[in-house]
Antibody, heavy 119, light 107 residues
Framework: EVQLLESGGGLVQPGGSLRLSCAAS????????MSWVRQAPGKGLEWVSS????????YYADSVKGRFTISRDNSKNTLYLQMNSLRAEDTAVYFC????????????WGQGTLVTVSS | EIVLTQSPATLSLSPGERATLSCRAS??????LAWYQQKPGQAPRLLIY???NRATGIPARFSGSGSGTDFTLTISSLEPEDFAVYYC?????????FGQGTKVEIK
């Protein structure tokens, strides 16, 4: 059974940093791209970043480019999102998601972890 | 960046009625479009991929159509559990983008 479990969210001051983790199980982690998607309180979904299975390719939304870094440790079956220079508008639930069996679309999602950027 | 515009923002319908949701892309995405359903406090669930293919376990009352810039999600007869927010998403190009969502509410 595919499982994705995010952690690392919390309260951080503007300008601060946070690293999110997503522990994956139930599939061959290194064979699949992974993504982060966020949702601000009461708002819609926003794609944040994706990474290829090998980690050699990374993609970012313009809103986070230069501030966030996606990475993975295939030996630990874990996906990361390093978030620096955080802003109030980064406040959101962050989901990790997996395009597993449906044409590269996000068919498995974690439960999300809340990041709050506030002084 | 490809902008996806969903309409209407809110759809008020009764159980048993037909729901028709629209998603329009600012440029062609071919058939590289998906639909997701999200209920409060839950992660999104993939319903339709590549414009018209139902994801695993999705009931037949959900169908998708369209290509290029205009797409439709149809729920043939609304069940109580279908009242939720629906998002379209394109994977034709980077950055990936979502529409702003359509809320299907009980009338």
């Amino acid at each position: 059974e595919v499982q994705l479990l995010e952690s690392g969210g919390g309260l951080v001051q503007p300008g601060g940093s946070l690293r999110l983790s997503c522990a994956a199980s139930g599939f061959t982690f290194s064979s699949y791209a992974m993504s982060w998607v966020r949702q601000a309180p009461g708002k819609g979904l926003e794609w944040v970043s994706s990474i290829t299975g090998s980690g050699g390719g990374t993609y970012y939304a313009d809103s986070v480019k230069g501030r966030f870094t996606i990475s993975r440790d295939n030996s630990k079956n874990t996906l990361y999102l390093q978030m620096n220079s955080l802003r109030a508008e980064d406040t959101a639930v962050y989901f990790c998601a997996l395009p597993y069996g449906s044409g590269g679309y996000l068919d498995y999602w974690g439960q999300g972890t809340l990041v709050t950027v506030s002084s | 960046e490809i902008v996806l515009t969903q309409s209407p923002a809110t759809l008020s319908l009764s159980p048993g009625e037909r729901a028709t949701l629209s998603c329009r892309a600012s440029q062609s995405v071919s058939s590289s479009l998906a639909w997701y359903q999200q209920k409060p406090g839950q992660a999104p669930r993939l319903l339709i991929y590549d414009a018209s293919n139902r994801a695993t376990g999705i009931p037949a009352r959900f169908s998708g159509s369209g290509s290029g810039t205009d797409f439709t999600l149809t729920i043939s007869s609304l069940e109580p559990e279908d009242f939720a927010v629906y998002y379209c998403q394109q994977r034709s190009s980077w950055p990936r983008t979502f529409g702003q969502g359509t809320k299907v509410e009980i009338k």
